[in-house]
């Protein structure tokens, strides 16, 4: 069973640019969640997708998109990159269906720095 | 709005017992969860309490009031390698969004 990966590990843009990211869900998950956590603070929730559609949203603005393939990978995609884009991005998979315990398996994350 | 508070930093002795609260208000409760973090890493999912009451895993247990809207997340035995943040998050009844705290930094000494 292959966990979660992320790539890139490390990304450096500079303002104005558009930055996409990717996640390969954990096997047999059907749900991807994507996380902002800025230095010192809890991961902030960005969006989550449920069999290829949007399931939530957090409080952060329509740059920010995301898109889920049939095969349950994902992409965070962030246009009009700000200085404030810079953090670590976290993708977390799970299985709705398994219930809402909602253990989440996160990947090691992508480190974004804004210039 | 939807608020959990939990202690920035907690101190503690190697073998030793700590307890790291968290406090949330929000609406559409489902369930508490507790993850840790090292350092560069990825978030580690703990426990889960759906209802009220203590549930242990090993070295950890993790316990609810939901009437209190307060739980806690108790460490025995501390080792060395238990120095991690700590986060509670809440479960929003809505489409099982995790809403997390601030992270409480566990600090351990010899």
């Known amino acids: 069973e292959t966990g979660v990966t992320q790539s890139p590990t490390h990304l450096i843009k500079t303002r104005g640019q558009q930055v996409t990211l990717r996640c390969s869900s954990q096997s047999g998950h059907n749900t991807v969640s994507w996380y902002q956590q800025a230095l010192g603070q809890g991961p902030q929730f960005i969006f989550q997708?449920?069999?290829?559609?949007?399931?939530g949203r957090g409080n952060f603005p329509p740059r920010f998109s995301g898109l889920q393939f049939p095969n349950y990978s994902s992409e965070l995609n962030v246009n009009a990159l700000e200085l404030d884009d810079s953090a670590l991005y976290l993708c977390a998979s799970s299985s709705i269906a398994g219930g809402p315990d909602n253990e989440q398996f996160f990947g090691p994350g992508t480190r974004l720095t804004v210039l | 709005g939807q608020s959990l508070e939990q202690p920035s930093e907690v101190t503690a002795v190697e073998g030793a017992i700590v307890q790291i609260n968290c406090t949330y208000q929000?609406?559409?409760?489902?369930?508490l969860s507790w993850y840790q973090q090292h350092d560069g890493g990825a978030p580690t999912f703990l426990s889960y309490?759906?209802l009220d009451g203590l549930e242990e895993t090993g070295r950890f247990s993790s316990f609810l009031s939901r009437s209190d809207s307060y739980g806690y997340l108790l460490l025995q035995e501390l080792q060395m390698k238990d120095s991690a943040s700590y986060f509670c998050a809440v479960t929003s009844r809505s489409n099982y969004q995790l809403i997390w705290g601030a992270g409480t930094k566990l600090i351990i000494k010899p």
């Open positions: 309490n759906a």
């Open positions: 997708y449920y069999r290829e559609e949007e399931n």
């Open positions: 929000t609406s559409g409760f489902y369930g």
